[in-house]
């Protein structure tokens, strides 16, 4: 599941303009300064992305725009390397990245993102999203030479062969409080330890109303090998996190930090379907108190959820 976080943050990196947007600048309609007008053509090759001022793990950011209006975007910090693609275009002075996170040969994150051009020359192009100010610094091709195993597991090689066939299936029916969510993003069902403790923890990120919202349950058990058809698990569901990643509806679930607690978990959760790579949860009138400071929510679940095994 953290991985999937990880991922996720990339896109929030990139799309912070939702939290901010109503306070950022009027100047849409201003010339850019600088060298060139804002054009296509001008795009073409390969950048480095950096948002100014920042200094977390996701500074660091590859992007190659190709004539046919197609891009590839490499973020590649610490040990992992993260590979989405899509389309790009320029209109005014704004361009817009329609395009999808992804981790092998598995988008996970479809996403479409507009910014705001401040100027643009031949070798450096400012933007902004909001109050958030971005670069592009142009690089050589070859910058990117060294990640063509990672890009071409996602992305397919010279002959659009990809990598080997391992897409998710993931799906949900499941209502949250009756309302059903918009949009599943990943899952997954993995093995955990530390310090002698072992736990099956399931996770899931999805649209809800407005917000991106990330759940986790998890269950005692050493091996996902222990879960059978038709076992019911509310006598050992733990909830470890429900909280939103992005969005405005915090008075709904409550933005990541601070230290929630759940309390009175009643109602059903089996285990409705296994397969080799998944896990599919049935959950019938699921439900908890979230308490956070001086707030209590409570939450009813309903339907199904289908989960990746990693």
Not at 14 to 34: Q, R, T
Not at 91 to 112: H, K, M, W
Not at 121 to 137: P, Q
Not at 287 to 298: D, P
Request: hydrophobic share 35%; proline share 2%.
């Amino acid at each position: 599941m953290k991985k999937y976080l990880k991922l996720l943050m990339l896109a929030i990196f990139a799309s912070m303009s939702f939290a901010f947007v109503a306070c950022g600048n009027d100047d849409d309609d201003d010339e850019p300064s600088g060298g060139n007008n804002t054009t296509g053509n001008g795009f073409v090759g390969t950048w480095s992305m950096n948002m100014i001022g920042h200094s977390g793990e996701y500074k660091n950011n590859y992007i190659r725009f190709y004539d046919d209006s197609s891009f590839i975007l490499v973020n590649a910090n610490e040990d992992e390397v993260m590979v989405s693609n899509g389309t790009w275009s320029v209109s005014g002075n704004t361009f817009t990245l329609d395009y999808a996170i992804a981790q092998n040969e598995r988008p996970i994150i479809p996403y479409v993102i507009t910014y705001n051009i401040k100027s643009q020359n031949s070798s450096k192009i400012e933007f902004y999203l909001g109050n958030l100010n971005f670069t592009f610094t142009k690089v050589s091709d070859s910058v990117m030479n060294k990640y063509q195993e990672e890009i071409e597991d996602v992305l397919g090689d010279d002959n659009g062969n990809s990598g080997d066939d391992n897409s998710s299936i993931t799906s949900s029916t499941l209502k949250i409080n009756g309302t059903e969510i918009s949009r599943l993003l990943s899952t997954s069902c993995e093995e955990n330890h530390f310090a002698g403790e072992y736990w099956v923890a399931f996770g899931s990120n999805f649209y809800y109303i407005n917000d991106m919202v990330s759940f986790e349950i998890d269950v005692p058990f050493k091996s996902i090998s222990q879960l059978k058809e038709g076992q019911e698990l509310i006598d050992y569901i733990n909830i470890s996190g429900f909280f939103v990643l992005l969005g405005q509806n915090d008075s709904n679930i409550g933005f990541a930090g601070g230290s929630p607690r759940f309390h009175d978990i009643d109602g059903s959760v089996k285990v409705q379907k296994l397969t080799s790579s998944t896990v599919t949860l049935k959950f019938s009138n699921f439900s908890f108190t979230k308490e956070r400071g001086n707030e209590e929510i409570e939450y009813k679940f309903n339907g199904s959820m289908t989960y990746d095994i990693n």
